[in-house]
């Protein structure tokens, strides 16, 4: 080997120890560093009650302080987040995919927190099939949201036409989700496909039943045994800086949704003195119908797809045009 070869072969060496202190140097610092603060968003209702527990008993995580707000929707919690307002986040799963395909450094998908909840209420109690519902309108809560392409797959999937015709089931979004409890216990319609806590509010006004459950009419049609109805986000800059403290937070986190699913009681009064959008004597009823539930991103996604398919199928745009890639899922 000549000088200038062993000149090379020397500098390559410092280059590559350099590289490896910088690297070690950047790793023990991640390690070791933390958070100021962490800030969280639920949405009113059922995707935030299943966290109930956290803002009751605020957990220490790294030293980092943690605090809690409740949004009314995800139309209030996005832009906040996007503003970096809030760290982490509750979102349906298609509004998260579709923030994710506009910018893609904006979240991350880190868990499913909810599974799939939406029941066909009915006050007629010969319906036990979707045959029984040729000729009916069928109201369903939220037009263009998870009830509606739900109920609309699954009546596909199995030959049912939601067009014209005699045999038609014709779907009807003019009823507000709010209201609908109250419109089919008054007898104003027979037939509303929605999710909780207002499938429980209707049932236990007592003129009313769940004739169909669409989970297990989802799966019998597309072979998962159900589909997610609430993700929980992170704002990708934050996961991706602070990856020690996201992890645990996650874990307090599903903590919290398996204590409410134990204690449906303690939780409800929670749900109410946190102000999470239901009194007591509600939640306590609808908890056990809402199948919360904590899958990691990684085990999710198979559910998670399935269900934007739906989507992309009915409203590409509703979940921005494609299914996200890889690193939309926190690892």
Known sequence: MNSVSKKIVCVLCALIVSGGLFVSAFAAKEKTAAPESINM?????????CFAWLFENVPQVNNTAVSYEVCASPDVLIPKMLKGEIDIGILPPNAAAKIYAKQPDSIVLVAVSGLGMLNLVSTDKSVNSLEDLKG???????????????????????????????DAIKLDFSIPASEMAAAIASGKIEYA???????????????????????TLWKSSFDKDTFPMTAVVVRKEFAAKYPKTVRAFL?????????????????????????????????????????????????????????????????????????????????
């Not at 009546?155 to 015709?165: A, C, I, M, P, V």
């Not at 496909?193 to 989970?215: H, I, N, Y």
């Not at 749900?271 to 199948?291: Q, R, S, W, Y």
Request: hydrophobic residues 40%; proline residues 8%.
């Open 41 to 49: 968003a639920v949405l009113n209702g059922p995707s935030g009650m």
């Open 193 to 215: 496909v929605m999710p909780e806590p207002f499938a429980t509010v209707a049932v236990s006004k007592g003129s009313c039943w769940r004739a169909l459950d669409l989970q």
């Open 136 to 166: 009916k309108t069928v109201f369903v809560a939220g037009q263009g949201s998870t009830p509606e392409y739900v109920f609309r797959a699954i009546l596909e999937k199995n030959g049912f036409n939601t067009g014209d015709g005699k």
């Open 251 to 331: 874990k307090e986190a599903e903590k919290a949704v398996l204590w409410t699913e134990q204690n449906p009681k303690d939780a409800a009064a929670l749900v109410e003195k946190h102000t999470l959008g239901l009194k007591a004597a509600i939640a306590e009823k609808a908890i056990p119908n809402c199948a919360f539930s904590y899958v990691p991103s990684k085990e999710a996604r198979p559910l998670i797809e399935e269900l934007l398919k739906v989507f992309l199928n009915y409203a590409p745009e509703s979940v921005g045009g494609r299914l996200p890639d890889n690193p939309f899922y926190f690892e």
